[in-house]
T-cell receptor
Framework: DAKTTQPTSMDCAEGRAANLPCNHSTISGNEYVYWYRQIHSQGPQYIIHGLKNNETNEMASLIITEDRKSSTLILPHATLRDTAVYYC????????????FGSGTRLQVQP | SQTIHQWPATLVQPVGSPLSLECTVEGTSNPNLYWYRQAAGRGLQLLFYSVGIGQISSEVPQNLSASRPQDRQFILSSKKLLLSDSGFYLCACGTGFVYGYTFGSGTRLTVV
């Protein structure tokens, strides 16, 4: 699986959009970009995934650059409950392969 | 959608004692199952994964072992715990669809 690079930590004001970047310059054509988050003392939670096109669901939006070498997870209106560690993972298929979690970005939403 | 049950939620065990953590899955069949460990303030480390009954792959050499006696049951064990076995243990399930893993709620193990 391709390696990813994320900032160690970020702050965001409550109610504002949180934009979490991820670099994956060695991504191959059949690898997806996945985002998970882990709230303190809980198991990681799937957020969103994408291959080429931008994606949106009820939790977040995922913007993938045209060359697919980087992506941004957007939480449109961050709340205090969005404070968590966010992991960007690149993998071909998470169902049959073991996911490798990096260090992630610790997002602190400030009141 | 699948649900993962893990127990116990917390566990305090003395050094040298045995360990058995159980994970069961509902809502799917023939899943891939995984055990991860997270030491305090650290990332998730993959310990074991299983693609079927009796099939276990170990990612790192350690004091732990895993077994899968039934399709939806995954057990993490140790004969003699070490202090370094302390951590947050998570079971995860993957079903082959590109929707990611489902994780259990975890077991926080403290070896004293």
């Amino acid at each position: 699986d391709a390696k990813t690079t994320q900032p160690t930590s970020m702050d965001c004001a409550e109610g504002r959009a949180a934009n979490l970047p991820c670099n994956h310059s060695t991504i191959s054509g059949n690898e997806y970009v996945y985002w998970y988050r882990q709230i303190h003392s809980q198991g990681p939670q799937y957020i969103i995934h994408g291959l080429k096109n931008n994606e949106t669901n009820e939790m977040a939006s995922l913007i993938i650059t045209e060359d697919r070498k980087s992506s941004t997870l957007i939480l449109p209106h961050a709340t205090l409950r969005d404070t968590a560690v966010y992991y960007c993972i690149v993998s071909m298929d998470t169902g049959r392969r073991a996911l490798t979690f990096g260090s992630g970005t610790r997002l602190q939403v400030q009141p | 959608s699948q649900t993962i049950h893990q127990w116990p939620a917390t566990l305090v065990q003395p050094v040298g004692s045995p360990l058995s953590l159980e994970c069961t899955v509902e809502g799917t069949s023939n899943p891939n199952l995984y055990w991860y460990r997270q030491a305090a303030g650290r990332g998730l480390q993959l310990l074991f994964y299983s693609v079927g009954i009796g099939q276990i792959s170990s990612e790192v050499p350690q004091n732990l072992s895993a077994s899968r006696p039934q399709d939806r049951q995954f057990i993490l064990s140790s004969k003699k715990l070490l202090l370094s076995d302390s951590g947050f243990y998570l079971c995860a399930c993957g079903t082959g669809f590109v929707y990611g893993y489902t994780f259990g709620s975890g077991t926080r193990l403290t070896v004293v």
